[in-house]
C-alpha cells in the first residue's frame, strides 16, 4: 500500500512552544503580506499539551511580542509570581534561606507568571488555528523524507497497525508523506528526527556535547491553609548533594489550590547507584517542601529531559530544507531555569526566515541567514550573556557555581572576557559500580512519597501493546554483558518509569534484561545516559505516550 502525501509550504513537527509560535508567527507575515501560506504542525501526542511537561515559571517576553493582546485573549497565564525563596538544603530537616540579594539575578521572578505550560500550548494551538494553521496531533512524526540532492523534502508519519512482530495487523494504515518548502523540527529535547539531522549535516560539529537534566514532576491539591498562590520556591543541595550529583528542586504555588513540585538532576551524575525519580521521592520529606504537601493529594506525575548545555552546546539550526527550533536546538535558558520564551522567540525568528525565502522563491535551500537573525535577537545575546551558568555548576558544583554566577551576572552583567568549556558528554561521566557507594532509598510511605508503577499510572500513559517496542537496541547482548557487569545496569534505576528491569531465575542467576516499553513516558533519558550509547528512543504509534492534564 503506497503512502499518500500532502503539499503545503511549511510543515512543523512538534506542538510545543516554539513549532506554534513558528506556526502562528507565519500566518500573521502571510496575511500582513496578503499570502495565502499553507502551514501545518504534527502533534504525536493525543491532543496538543498532552507531552508538555514544564515546571514551569513563565516569562512573557516572548509572547507579548507575538500575541500582544494575549490578556483580552484569555490565555491561561493566571498566577502571577507574588514570592521568590531560594534555599540551600543541608538535610532532611536543615535548610538555610538565601537572601534574593545574594541569588544569582536570573532566579528573580518579578513580572512572571506560574503556568501550566501544557494548558499555554492549548491556547496557542486556537489562537494558531484560528489563524488557519492546520494541526494534526496524534499523529508521530517517525521518518524525514530527502530529495536526491540530500535536502529535506518533509516528513513521514509513522504507519499504524503494525504488530510487534512486525507483521500488518487488520488495522494497518500506511504512515502519510507531507512535503514542504521547508520542515522546522520543534520536538523538544532529544528529538529523534533532530539527533539524526544533527549527526547526518554534522550540525554539532565544533561544538561541545549537548548536557541534559531530567525533570521529574509532580502535581498536587493541598489543604487551602497549606497554599500561598504565587508563591516560588527553588533549592540546591539535599538529597542530591549525598551523591555528589548537582542538580535543584522546585515547588510553584498555582491556583485552584494547587502546587506543582519537582527535582531536576543533571544527568552528568556520576553514581550509576543514582535514581533521580527516588531522589524525587526523599526531596518531599524535607521539611520546606513537606508542610505544604502534608495532608494534600497527588494528582498527576511526570518526567522530561531538558537541555541545559547552553550556547556552547547548541548545533547549527539550519540545514538544506529546513531549521531546527527550540529545545530540539538546545535553547532552553537553564540560568533562569526557563526555556518557553526563548523557544517561542527561535520560532518567530524562524518563521521570518522563512517567510522571507519563500517570498523570494526559495525553497529547500540551506536558510543560512537564521543564523544571523537568531543571533541579533534578544534570546541569542540572553543566552550568550549567562553561557558560563551551566559549565560552572559542573566544574565547581551548585553552591560554588552559584556564588560565580553571582560575581559573573549580577556584577559584571555577564561580560566576563572568557567561556567555560564543557566538553565531556553526560553518559560517559559514569563510574563503575565498584568505585561508588550504593545507595538504599527508603520504601515510599504512600503520602509524600510513591513508587514507579503507581507514578505511571497518574500521568495517564498507555501505548498499544501490541505494536514494535520504541526502545531500540542496537545490540541486545550489551545490557547484561557489560552495563550490568560494569555499571550494575543503571537503566534500572536513571529511568523515571520502570521501562527497564534486570530479571533472575528463582535461584537469583541467569539475568535478562527486560523493556516494558508500555511505561514509557517519553522523557528521553535512557537515550541520553546509557554509558554505552545502546538505546535509541524512535517514536512509538501516534497518540501513545503519556495524557498530562494542567501539567
Not at 507575538?66 to 514570592?83: F, G, M, R, Y
Amino acid at each position: 500500500m503506497e503512502r499518500e502525501f500532502m503539499e503545503f509550504d511549511v510543515v512543523i513537527v512538534g506542538a510545543g512552544p516554539a513549532g506554534l509560535s513558528a506556526a502562528i508567527r507565519l500566518r500573521q507575515l502571510a496575511a500582513d503580506n496578503d499570502q495565502d501560506l499553507m502551514v501545518c504542525v504534527v502533534e504525536k501526542g493525543s491532543e496538543v499539551g498532552a507531552h508538555i511537561l514544564s515546571g514551569a515559571v513563565f516569562e512573557p517576553t516572548a509572547l507579548n511580542e507575538l500575541i500582544p493582546d494575549w490578556q483580552e485573549k484569555n490565555a491561561p497565564l493566571l498566577t502571577k509570581v507574588s514570592e521568590d525563596n531560594i534555599y540551600l538544603f543541608r538535610g532532611q530537616d536543615k535548610s538555610i534561606k538565601i537572601p534574593n540579594f545574594f541569588a544569582p539575578k536570573t532566579m528573580h521572578n518579578n513580572g512572571n507568571y506560574i503556568v501550566s505550560l501544557g494548558n499555554v500550548c492549548r491556547w496557542l494551538a486556537e489562537q494558531a488555528e484560528a489563524l488557519g494553521v492546520e494541526i494534526f496531533p496524534g499523529f508521530a512524526a517517525s521518518e524525514v523524507l530527502y530529495h536526491e540532492d540530500g535536502s529535506v523534502k518533509g516528513i513521514a508519519t509513522g504507519d499504524m497497525g503494525i504488530g510487534r512482530d512486525g507483521e500488518k495487523k487488520d488495522s494497518y494504515m500506511p504512515g502519510m508523506e507531507l512535503h514542504a518548502k521547508y520542515t522546522l523540527f520543534a520536538e523538544g529535547c532529544r528529538g529523534h528526527l533532530g539527533k539524526e539531522l544533527i549527526a547526518k549535516y554534522k550540525l554539532d560539529e565544533g561544538k561541545d556535547p549537548q548536557h541534559y537534566g531530567i525533570g521529574i514532576k509532580e502535581l498536587w491539591k493541598v489543604p487551602a491553609e497549606q497554599h500561598k498562590q504565587g508563591l516560588v520556591v527553588h533549592t540546591a543541595g539535599w538529597p542530591l548533594k549525598e551523591s555528589g550529583s548537582a542538580g535543584g528542586g522546585f515547588m510553584y504555588h498555582i491556583e485552584d489550590n494547587q502546587v506543582v513540585v519537582g527535582l531536576i538532576t543533571d544527568l552528568s551524575y556520576s553514581n550509576p547507584h543514582v535514581s533521580p525519580f527516588d531522589e524525587f521521592q526523599r526531596y518531599k520529606h524535607q521539611s520546606v517542601i513537606k508542610q505544604y504537601l502534608e495532608g494534600g493529594e497527588r494528582i498527576s506525575y511526570g518526567a522530561r529531559a531538558i537541555t541545559k548545555g547552553g550556547l556552547q552546546s547548541q548545533p547549527k539550526m539550519s540545514f538544506p530544507g529546513g531549521l531546527l527550533i527550540g529545545d530540539d536546538a538546545g535553547t532552553l535558558n537553564f540560568a533562569k531555569i526557563k526555556g518557553s520564551h526563548t523557544a517561542m522567540k527561535s520560532g518567530m525568528i524562524a518563521a521570518e526566515t522563512v517567510m522571507a525565502a519563500i517570498t523570494n522563491e526559495r525553497a529547500n535551500d540551506d536558510l543560512t541567514e537564521y543564523a544571523e537573525n537568531y543571533k541579533s535577537s534578544w534570546a541569542w545575546k540572553e543566552l550568550h550573556t549567562q553561557r558560563n551558568f551551566g559549565p560552572a555548576q559542573h566544574k565547581w558544583g551548585n553552591l560554588l557555581g552559584s556564588a560565580y554566577a553571582f560575581i559573573d551576572l549580577n556584577i559584571f552583567n555577564g561580560k566576563l572576557p572568557w567561556t567555560f568549556r564543557d566538553p565531556e558528554p553526560d553518559f560517559a561521566q559514569l563510574k563503575q559500580a565498584s568505585e561508588c557507594k550504593k545507595i538504599n532509598y527508603p520504601k515510599p510511605d504512600g503520602k509524600l512519597s510513591f513508587d514507579k508503577l503507581s507514578s505511571v499510572f497518574v500521568s495517564n500513559t498507555n501505548h498499544e501493546e501490541d505494536q514494535p517496542v520504541h526502545l531500540q537496541l542496537k545490540d541486545p547482548s550489551i545490557p547484561i554483558e557489560v552495563n550490568l557487569e560494569k555499571y550494575d545496569e543503571p537503566a534500572q534505576r536513571y529511568c523515571p518509569a520502570g521501562v527497564y528491569e534486570v530479571v533472575r531465575d528463582d535461584d537469583g542467576n541467569n539475568p535478562k534484561f527486560v523493556i516494558n516499553a508500555q511505561n514509557c513516558v517519553h522523557c528521553k533519558t535512557c537515550d541520553i545516559k546509557d554509558p554505552s550509547q545502546n538505546i535509541n528512543w524512535v517514536t512509538p504509534e501516534g497518540t501513545g505516550g503519556p495524557n498530562y492534564p494542567n501539567m
